[in-house]
């Protein structure tokens, strides 16, 4: 078992739309979450030619994404009810802010800055 993170997306009103189980340290999920979702863009309503790669449709447009990017086989990820919490060692959360997505990862142990 390695070391368990959850993955929780909030909508503008902050209520929790989408917990992920996942496994990883921010060095590996977080610098993955921000590669996948720095610098795109959340709108209300698309246009023809707009695509994941600089936009999402809104927050539920961007948590469907980070499910569909993060689950490439069995097992590693899973989703769970809104408000779940177990045993993870890191908590990232994504939320919208000013039309873009933002990340705050929380630790149950202090991370050493190197």
Not at 50 to 65: D, K, L, P, Q
Not at 76 to 82: A, G, I, R, S, T
Not at 88 to 107: A, C, D, H, M, V
């Amino acid at each position: 078992m390695g070391t368990r993170a959850l993955v929780v997306i909030k909508d503008g009103n902050g209520a929790e739309i989408v917990n992920l189980q996942h496994d990883s340290y921010p060095n590996g999920l977080g610098v993955v979450l921000k590669g996948m979702l720095g610098g795109k863009k959340l709108v209300n309503g698309y246009q023809y030619g707009m695509s994941t790669a600089t936009n999402f449709n809104g927050i539920n447009c961007m948590a469907a994404y980070v499910v569909k990017e993060l689950k490439v086989d069995i097992g590693n990820v899973y989703l769970y009810p809104p408000n779940t919490r177990g045993s993870e060692e890191f908590t990232y959360t994504l939320y919208p802010k000013n039309g873009e997505s933002r990340l705050i990862i929380l630790s149950r142990r202090p991370l050493a800055v190197v």
